[in-house]
């Protein structure tokens, strides 16, 4: 399995911009977490969804972001407008159904975003 | 407020030493306690993941503990290698739909030759 994978990698964009990233979760796994990372706040959790379904999305820091997980292996997180204070590592990760593990999650690569 | 307090922020180690981190959390009601290891520019990977009536639990080099009378968790590193400088990040799980997740600072380390 090739992992979670998240794309892009890198992402340079003007304030004002809207930006968009991917993550499309493992095969068979129906939990998936948005993160954002900072040196000032570490992890936090943004939002995540079970079977496609926004569960908790209270770590969502403004009306300008927003998720999508149109199925069960595709979603977005988009942030429209964005601003210098946005600027983060975004990680997506996955977890298998809960009554088969532990729900361990597997994280992505991550997408360095930098608002210019 | 549920918080994960991690000590020390960050460490310096000599390869092959021995070095172990800390972490105090006030998640209730528990439901489980992992660590992560983090690379530089890489995404986090779990290294151990226990629940309540677990309390220690190893992967390799890694050995975890958990006292949930304390609410304390310590991740031992044996024999450090160059290969574990990264960020440890302890992470409880809180007992409820979704097992919401509050996550620590974080430990650096650094192991030197």
């Known amino acids: 399995d090739a992992g979670v994978i998240q794309s892009p990698r890198h992402e340079v964009t003007e304030m004002g911009q809207e930006v968009t990233l991917r993550c499309k979760p493992i095969?068979?796994?129906?939990?998936l977490f948005w993160y954002r990372q900072t040196m000032m706040r570490g992890l936090e959790l943004l939002i995540y969804?079970?079977?496609?379904?926004?569960?908790?999305d209270s770590g969502m820091p403004e009306d300008r972001f927003s998720a999508k997980m149109p199925n069960a292996s595709f979603s977005t997180l988009k942030i429209q407008p964005s601003e210098p204070r946005d600027s983060a590592v975004y990680f997506c990760?996955?977890?298998?159904?809960?009554?088969?593990?532990?729900?361990?999650?597997?994280f992505g690569p991550g997408t360095r975003l930098t608002v210019l | 407020k549920n918080q994960v307090e991690q000590s020390p922020q960050s460490l310096i180690i000599l390869e092959g030493k021995n070095c172990t981190l800390q972490?105090?959390?006030?998640?209730?009601?528990?439901?489980?306690l992992r660590w992560y290891k983090q690379d530089t520019g890489r995404g986090p990977v779990s290294l151990t993941i226990?629940?309540?009536?677990?309390n220690t639990k190893s992967n390799g080099r890694y050995t975890a503990t958990l006292d949930a009378d304390t609410k304390q968790s310590s991740l031992h590193i044996t024999a450090s290698q160059l290969s574990d400088s990264a960020s440890y990040i302890c992470?409880?799980?809180?007992?409820?739909?979704?097992?919401?997740?509050?996550f620590g600072g974080g430990t650096r380390v650094l192991v030197k030759p």
């Open positions: 990760a996955s977890s298998p159904p809960s009554h088969l593990s532990t729900d361990t999650q597997y």
């Open positions: 095969s068979g796994h129906d939990y």
């Open positions: 992470v409880v799980s809180e007992k409820a739909a979704g097992n919401k997740l509050t």
């Open positions: 969804f079970n079977n496609n379904v926004p569960i908790d």
């Open positions: 972490c105090n959390y006030t998640v209730s009601p528990f439901s489980n």
């Open positions: 226990m629940t309540f009536s677990e």
